[in-house]
Each structure stands twice: as C-alpha cells, then as structure tokens.
C-alpha cells in the first residue's frame, strides 16, 4: 500500500516551520526558568525565625547504657572534607559511644542554617567514597525512631579491613529529605517565601563485619539518644515524620 505522502513532501521548506516553534518553545522555557531562579532567590534565613539550638549540650554524653568512649574517636576526614564540612555546616558533633558490653556506635550530627544550592549538605556515600572508602549494599530504607516512620540511606562502607555499616538521612526545613528530588521540592518551596530553609545531618554508624546486626544496634542507639535528647533537637531532627 502506498503510503500517503505529507506536505513537506511537496514542500520540504515547511519543515522549517516545525523547528522554529519548538526551539521557540524551547528558549521561553529556558528563559522562564531563568527568570524564576532571579525571582525566587530567597533572602531570608529560616533559622533567625526559630530559638537557636545547640547541639553540643542537646545531645546527652550519657544515656541507658551508653557513654561517650573518650579513647575511641572518628577518622579525621581530608583537609578537603574538612574545608567543606566547615562551610556547609554552622555546628557539629562527632563522637562514639560504647555500652557495658564493648559495643560502639559512632554518631555524627550536624547543622547548617543555609541549605541553598551552593552549601546543601552532601551526599554520605560520597563523602566516604572521597575518603577512600568503597560503597557497598547502598539502599533506602523506612525505620522506625522514635514513633516516627523516617526515610534513610544505609550502605556499607569498606575500607582495607575496616567494614562499616552506615545508616544516616537530611533535613530540610521542617521534612525529613532524602533523594535529589526531595531536596529540589524542599528548597523551592521555601523560596516561594523568600526563605532559605535550614537542615540537620544525621548519621549513625560502627565497626561490624554483618550489616544487619549493625542496622538492629544502631535503632536501638538512635531510639534511646533520641528520647533522651532536648526535645527541640528531636523535633528538627525527625521534623514531619514525627507528626
């Protein structure tokens, strides 16, 4: 069957004209999204309408069965990490717990009061990854903290005979955030009020060759610390997902 032949067939300049529309279209949008960016620059920051929290004194040393271990501490990360962990985050705390029966837990909370483009807290398995840790079993998961439902990222990060099991999630704003997306909806929603959102890392991990028996100790750690914690930190901490 002959198939009928189109107008451009006739007149093969017309397809000129499909072009210019879309590419048209293509520069409004563009042009748009530009304009957007200028007018929805928020100048404001969230956090100088809300009580300053510290957390160094929010965060107990010592609760249930757990206390600071002073001889145990973190791996210092790279002058490059650090450099960029002081420009993103306003406050940190970085510490490891152990119980009466030898278990350590490594905790590490931090607060930035810009969250904007330029300064959003990155991504844990990249940070690892730049420390020269390799990635492993990264998933997302919903865990129960705290009679909240929260929305993490877990991985296994390894590095030579070091295996450490990682659970950890963002906040922004008053909502727990944790793919790209979130963190795109989050940040233009406060800009629709000129607003730059705060927002809170929090991570748990420790030193354990199975990953599941590591993820069970480490709610049970983030239950307790949290319930003992100020109230005002638990609430930014969990933000909606507590409600």
């Not at 300064?119 to 492993?136: L, S």
């Not at 705290?146 to 296994?156: E, L």
């Amino acid at each position: 069957m002959t198939k009928p032949r189109t107008l451009t067939a006739f007149w093969p300049w017309m397809d000129s004209f499909a072009i210019v529309p879309t590419a048209m279209l293509i520069f409004a949008l563009m042009a748009c999204a530009a304009l957007g960016s200028i007018a929805l620059t928020p100048t404001r920051k969230l956090s100088d309408s809300a009580p300053k929290v510290n957390i160094e004194r929010s965060i107990p040393k010592a609760f249930g069965d757990w206390t600071v271990d002073a001889k145990s501490m973190p791996i210092d990360p790279s002058p490059a990490q650090k450099a960029t962990i002081e420009q993103i985050y306003d406050q940190t705390v970085s510490r490891t717990y152990v119980n009466s029966k030898g278990q350590h837990v490594m905790l590490s909370v931090a607060y930035g009061a810009s969250q904007n483009r330029e300064m959003r807290a990155h991504r844990q398995e990249v940070c690892y990854a730049a420390q020269g840790f390799q990635i492993n079993n990264l998933k997302h998961e919903v865990i129960e903290v705290s009679g909240a439902q929260v929305p993490v990222t877990r991985m296994v990060a390894k590095h030579q005979f070091r295996t450490e099991p990682v659970t950890y999630w963002f906040t922004m704003g008053d909502g727990v955030v944790r793919s790209y997306l979130d963190r795109q909806i989050a940040q233009l929603k406060y800009a629709f009020s000129g607003l730059i959102p705060d927002g809170y890392l929090f991570r748990v991990s420790s030193i354990e060759d199975n990953p599941e028996i590591a993820y069970r100790r480490q709610i049970e750690f983030t239950n307790e610390l949290l319930q003992a914690s100020a109230p005002e930190l638990r609430k930014k901490l969990l933000g909606d997902a507590s409600q």
